[in-house]
């Protein structure tokens, strides 16, 4: 099956109705997609798939077959860099578990609304799960990658 990931064409050889997470962790060897509850709750396995947040879990490989699909591992780009910056700066990973899902949700956002509130971050970041509890770190970092990716494109234009 053929399957679009991180900006390339991939042919994948596994069972249809397998789901995403294990084709991306098992076949593709992107480990940065993570196993946390395989019933879409805690959103570890967060990766985006047509521009939009998905489950990797619950995605099954024949769902996500012609789909554009970006990993944590595929995260590039101005708003990409931003966070990464971001959330170096502000310490915002703890244990580092749920970042991967944490980034790829955020640059979803960002992707979709450049300068999003407190409460369209709380809504957009929902989804995420984090057991040392960073969701304050998280919206500043969200709210410093914006601005800068803002002052960048202001910059440039």
Same mark, same amino acid.
């Given at each position: ?13 596994? *069972?249809? /109705? ?87 949700? @955020? ?6 609304? *450049?300068?999003?509130?407190?409460? /369209? ?19 500043? @970092?969200?709210?410093? @990658? ?6 960048? @494109?202001?910059?440039?234009?």
């Amino acid at each position: 099956m053929e399957i679009h990931l991180n900006g390339e064409a991939r042919s994948v050889s596994a *069972p249809a /109705d397998m789901p995403l997470l294990w084709v991306l962790r098992e076949h593709l060897n992107l480990t940065g997609t993570k196993y946390g509850c395989g019933h879409g709750v805690c959103g570890g396995c967060m990766v985006s798939i047509d521009g939009a947040q998905a489950h990797a879990c619950q995605t099954t490989l024949a769902d996500a077959a012609g789909r554009k699909i970006v990993t944590i591992e595929g995260q590039t780009g101005p708003i990409a860099e931003a966070l990464f910056a971001a959330w170096l700066e502000l310490d915002v990973a703890q244990c580092g578990f749920c970042q991967p899902a944490q980034i790829t949700s @955020a640059a979803v956002l960002l992707n979709n609304n *450049p300068t999003p509130s407190d409460v /369209d971050i709380d809504e957009a970041m929902k989804h995420n799960l984090c057991r040392c509890a960073t969701y304050q770190r998280v919206r500043k @970092a969200i709210h410093l @990658a914006a601005s800068r990716v803002a002052a960048t @494109a202001k910059e440039t234009a």
